[in-house]
């Protein structure tokens, strides 16, 4: 059980992100927007590592875009029913990390306010976005790769299938979290 003191919300000035919730348009998988109330929240342990990847990016001159990170189970569901792709959804009968409150999707962007190139878009369910692939252009590599470094050295482990997905170690001990549970709900 998820208590509303374990989750925080993340926005700024508290936290130094820009915040594009995806799914709270029609931009997305099943074509409607699935967030009604869009709200970016984050278990109160992934919020302090999400601090630490702030903190890594800001010297470079970058900061974070964040396209995602609690997705109620009822939101899972939304997208698992548009899309039942095993590789690039998780089965909402198991559970998503993002569910957990223990996942974030996203992304670097310069002192101008653009997103580094990293080969594809957000959500492109291809090969194309798996971390390891090389047909992307070589500045989309090493953004990649810096992505990857900033978030791994403030303890985030990755998806291979993903470029913009990282989570919590040992995702599943967290609990699963509906709307309901939110402070304030996003459906």
């Known amino acids: 059980m998820v208590r509303s003191m374990d989750i925080v919300e993340i926005a700024p000035p508290g936290f130094d992100v ?3 919730l995806a799914y709270a348009t029609a931009a997305n998988i099943t074509g409607l927007p699935i967030y009604r109330n869009p709200r970016c929240w984050l278990h109160c342990t992934a919020a302090q590592h999400l601090q630490r990847a702030i ?33 690039f959804l ?21 002192d101008a306010g653009h997103e580094l190139d990293m080969g594809t878009p957000f959500d492109d369910f291809t090969p194309l976005a798996h971390h390891a692939n090389t047909d992307v252009g070589i500045q989309a590599q090493r953004n990649r790769l810096l992505l ?11 998806y291979r299938n993903e470029w913009w997905h990282y989570q919590l170690f040992d995702a599943r001990r967290f609990p699963l979290i509906a ?6 709900g996003m459906m």
């Open 18 to 20: 820009e915040i594009a």
């Open 55 to 87: 903190a890594l990016a800001a010297p470079l001159g970058l900061r974070l875009r964040i396209f995602d990170a609690l997705r109620p189970t009822e939101a899972q569901w939304k997208l698992w029913d548009a899309d039942p792709n095993p590789d």
């Open 90 to 110: 998780a089965d909402p009968r198991r559970g998503s990390p993002h569910s957990r409150g223990v996942a974030v999707d996203l992304t670097l962007v310069d």
């Open 148 to 158: 990857l470094g900033v978030m791994t050295a403030a303890g985030w482990d990755f």
């Open 179 to 184: 709307d309901a549970d939110l402070p304030q």
